[in-house]
Nanobody, 124 residues
Framework: QVQLVESGGGLVQAGGSLRLSCAASRGTFDSRTMGWFRQAPGKEREFVAAVTWKTDSTSYTDSVKGRFTISRDNAKNTMYLQMNNLKPEDTAVYYC?????????????????WGQGTQVTVSS
């Protein structure tokens, strides 16, 4: 079973930057896809970005394109989300997720493993 631990959330002013990390353990990752989702109060969990471990192909939701960058470090079994030019509407709990295979699904219920979440708050 894959275990995921997020870190790096916090409070930042609009226009600032944060980098989230997701450390993964137990299991091999060549056949997995990793992703980030977020959930704001009163809203459904939404897809942010994903990376397929073996091919390093990535995808993003439109609202973060050009501002967020997803990446992974094979040696550390760690995934990152670099978030630049943050906006108040980016405020949410951010979750790291993993699923077997190479499909970068945008439907949160199709992902198998989840981290505990890390809060990101962007003040205006």
């Amino acid at each position: 079973q894959v275990q995921l631990v997020e870190s790096g959330g916090g409070l930042v002013q609009a226009g600032g930057s944060l980098r989230l990390s997701c450390a993964a353990s137990r299991g091999t990752f060549d056949s997995r896809t990793m992703g980030w989702f977020r959930q704001a109060p009163g809203k459904e969990r939404e897809f942010v970005a994903a990376v397929t471990w073996k091919t390093d192909s990535t995808s993003y939701t439109d609202s973060v394109k050009g501002r967020f960058t997803i990446s992974r470090d094979n040696a550390k079994n760690t995934m990152y989300l670099q978030m630049n030019n943050l906006k108040p509407e980016d405020t949410a709990v951010y979750y790291c997720a993993s699923r077997p295979g190479f499909i970068q699904s945008r439907t949160w219920s199709t992902w198998r493993y989840w981290g505990q979440g890390t809060q990101v708050t962007v003040s205006s």
